[in-house]
């Protein structure tokens, strides 16, 4: 069965926060320090207050679905994408994907496209991506995406991130 994938909803909140956390630990596990990615990755009571309040005030996220009925809470939603409006002063795009995530069971599937599709179609967008997580600049980079030169520090990772931008389609 194929992940069905439809616009989140505050009921959406604890499953989409298990996402995010078990994706951020899975996708970089090879690019943080064990101790700082377990810390940073903990907190669900908070991360589901965020996704609770996000939604609440209208961003849009989108959410894939397990196909399994049986999954547990934390399982159940497999990935999500999340665009908006572009938050850089010198933004290339008025549009920006903030953010696009698919559990690691799911890596190679196809998802990651479909929600990426879902999220900003054809349209120009920009992206910021930590600059060592090469599967994710490739992946990008298959969808039209190229660095445009700007880098960033992220505080909460102690990473350096880098934008990508895409021409409209």
Known sequence: MEPVIRRATVADAEAGAWCHLLCWR??????VEPAL???RTSDHVRRTERWTSHLDAGLVR???LNPDPDAALEDRVIG???PGPARDEDAPTPLELHAIYVRQKWWGSGLGGRLLDVAIGKEAASLWVFEGNQRA???YARHGFV???ARSDDPFFGLTEIRMVRPAR
Do not use: C, P
């Open 26 to 31: 899975e996708a970089y596990a090879d690019l």
């Open 37 to 39: 990615l377990l810390e």
């Open 62 to 64: 989108w959410i894939a």
């Open 80 to 82: 999500f994408s999340s």
């Open 137 to 139: 600049v490739r992946f």
């Open 147 to 149: 660095a445009d030169g």
